[in-house]
């Protein structure tokens, strides 16, 4: 049980927590955790430090092809990092690299020369830039392979079927917030809201099992209003 300002995001509490659970030998082969929590840095980092893989759908690509699902996204290029270039859809290749920090984050900055651009039949697919020519800005090498084949993978049938238990921890999540009102703290400073989430696991914990040994299904139907009202219709 971890306990923090609201302020702190929820990246900056993945490694903590693997580190607590490492000391007691209790690290995870795979944590399944929601798109708040993982980098592609963190799912490497994750990996390499402690054995463990973060299962969750990583952010898509946020240039306006790709948000728009139109034109040519990043993965319409093919980066060489061995030859430091790229190479367009129509089979150009780029004018510069240009490795950066970015936020405090290692890229690489790609530009396309503007002669190239400028006469391309498809430059309304790949860039609006009022330079008049296409960049992309990609991860480190490591990095970049990592995201690409996670964005690949979490569009799959079989991941989505895998992530699904996920919907387990949510459900923990809102038993939680019914039963012990966990949003709200009841007391002033982090010692004693702390205190107070390990009181509500505990209490989680009870129920849990208690609904365990007594063969009590923790999943509740429920019916839609709609449906409440065909049912009373009926009658």
């Known amino acids: ?22 000391s007691r030998d209790l690290t995870p082969g795979e944590h399944y955790v929601d798109s708040g929590y993982p980098s592609v840095a963190l799912v490497a980092s994750s990996l390499k430090d402690f054995g463990t893989v973060l299962v969750s759908p990583l952010l898509g690509d946020c240039s306006p092809q790709g948000r728009s699902s139109a034109g040519y996204d990043r993965t ?6 061995e030859q430091q270039h790229a190479i367009c859809p129509q089979g150009h290749a ?19 020369a ?19 020519y296409r960049q992309l800005t990609v991860l480190p090498r490591q990095l970049h392979e990592l995201q690409q084949a996670g964005r690949l993978a979490q569009a799959t049938r079989d991941w989505r079927h895998k992530y699904r238990l996920r919907a387990g921890v949510e459900g923990t999540v809102h038993q939680a917030v019914a039963v012990t009102g966990t949003r709200r703290a009841r007391y002033r400073g982090l010692a004693r809201t702390h205190l107070e989430h390990v009181y509500s696991a505990v209490a989680l914990n009870l129920i ?7 063969g009590h299904s923790l999943d509740r139907t429920r019916t839609s209003h709609l449906a409440r009202l065909e049912l009373a219709l009926a009658a």
Not at 10 to 19: A, K, L
């Open 1 to 22: 049980m971890a306990t923090t300002d609201a302020t702190v995001p929820d990246t900056v509490m993945t490694e903590p927590i693997h580190q607590a659970l490492a």
């Open 76 to 81: 319409a290029f093919a980066v060489d990092f």
């Open 94 to 112: 780029s004018s510069s690299w240009s490795p950066c920090t970015q936020r405090g984050n290692d890229a690489v900055v790609i530009k396309f």
């Open 114 to 132: 503007k002669t190239t651009c400028a006469p391309c039949p498809t430059r309304d697919r790949c860039t609006t830039s009022k330079a008049g």
């Open 208 to 214: 849990r099992l208690h609904a365990w040994w007594n």
